[in-house]
Nanobody, 114 residues
Framework: VQLQASGGGLVQAGGSLSLSCAAS????????LAWYRQAPGKERELVAS???????YYADAVKGRFAISKDIAKNTLNLKMNNLKPEDTGVYYC?????????WGQGTLVTVSS
């Protein structure tokens, strides 16, 4: 499975960004999809995930501000980020799992200025 993340950029605090992750496989068949992020000098952390039936999970730090979704028509995983904070800065990665293998996108940089 190949994943291609896009949509990152520079935004002021309080602004919004939308990330997209294009998948090489039918996204309906991917039972686990997630967004992770890695801030400078920190470990990669789970931001949000989505499972069949639209079961979603959000890290406490982004609850109420971020929304994860799948666009079946475009075959993409999306992350809508609102009310961005400087601590949201980092490289955002999309991920899926098939069997015991993790597949990662290449990452897209989000920078939030104060």
């Amino acid at each position: 499975v190949q994943l291609q993340a896009s949509g990152g950029g520079l935004v002021q605090a309080g602004g919004s960004l939308s990330l997209s992750c294009a998948a090489s496989k039918n996204i309906v068949a991917l039972t686990y999809l997630a967004w992770y992020r890695q801030a400078p000098g920190k470990e990669r952390e789970l931001v949000a995930s989505i499972r069949p039936g639209s079961q979603t999970y959000y890290a406490d730090a982004v609850k109420g501000r971020f929304a994860i979704s799948k666009d079946i028509a475009k075959n993409t995983l999306n992350l809508k980020m609102n009310n961005l904070k400087p601590e949201d800065t980092g490289v955002y990665y999309c991920k899926t799992v098939r069997g015991t293998v993790d597949y990662w996108g290449q990452g897209t940089l989000v920078t939030v200025s104060s």
